[in-house]
């Protein structure tokens, strides 16, 4: 997993395939409201299966595989 400029990850499943989640949608909204500060949106990292930022937003596999695109 690599944070990417324009609140997008670039991420490596286990079946070996690479996608690209846009974090956009999300931001400012609830738990994501932090992530507005770029600083802190970098600040993510993988945890049991998925990702997760340091005040605890996360967010679910399935939906960071389903609506990924492809690369």
């Excluded at 490596?12 to 395939?17: K, L, Q, S, T, W």
């Excluded at 690479?18 to 970098?42: E, N, Q």
């Excluded at 993988?46 to 937003?57: E, K, T």
């Amino acid at each position: 997993m690599k944070a990417e400029n324009g609140y997008v990850l670039l991420l490596e499943f286990d079946n070996g395939e690479r996608k690209r989640f846009d974090v956009s949608p999300y931001i400012g909204k609830g738990g994501f409201a932090p992530l507005s500060d770029v600083s802190f949106f970098w600040r993510v990292k993988v945890f049991l299966g998925s990702i997760q930022w340091p005040n605890g937003a996360d967010l679910c596999p399935d939906t960071l595989y389903l609506d990924s695109i492809s690369v």
